[in-house]
């Protein structure tokens, strides 16, 4: 790890680049040393999980910060259609089709989970679709008790 790093540094140094050991971090994947890393005698700090590229990455290749994470983005994308689910313009078809897409594109958002993660985001899913169909269930109860 200490030799990889030696060579980012050079080659960052070559093209008139300074590593700060302020702002790099030290993640360790699959790595059976403990070794701190070195550079000019600063050590890098070590961390557990970071952020790159809009993904989670943990030092034990754990993915359900990353599941929780797109379900939270997910939820705010479906929130943001509550004005499309109670508008009585549109067709209930219409409806649970931007319901359901809009939400499930940001939530599989270059995910490739296993299948027991999926089902936790089928869940959300159903979440979402009853969501959707509430003023369709509210407007059945009404007219079954008033015909009652």
Not at 18 to 45: C, E, P, Q, R
Request: glycine share 6%; aromatic share 8%; proline share 1%.
């Amino acid at each position: 790890m200490q030799e990889k790093t030696s060579r980012v540094e050079a080659t960052a140094r070559s093209a008139g680049l300074k590593m700060s050991h302020f702002k790099s971090k030290v993640i360790k994947i699959n790595t059976k040393s403990n070794a701190d890393v070195l550079i000019d005698g600063w050590s890098f700090g070590n961390v557990a999980d970071v952020k790159y590229i809009g993904s989670y990455l943990t030092a034990g290749g754990n993915i359900d910060r990353e599941i929780t994470v797109g379900v939270v983005m997910a939820s705010n994308a479906f929130s943001k259609l509550n004005v499309i689910c109670y508008s009585n313009t549109m067709t209930e078809n219409t409806k649970q089709t931007l319901c359901t897409c809009n939400p499930r594109s940001v939530l599989l958002y270059t995910g490739t989970w296993r299948t027991n993660r999926v089902n936790k985001l089928g869940g959300f899913e159903r979440l979402c679709l009853m969501r959707s169909l509430l003023p369709v269930r509210k407007k059945l109860k009404e007219l079954a008790y008033n015909l009652l």
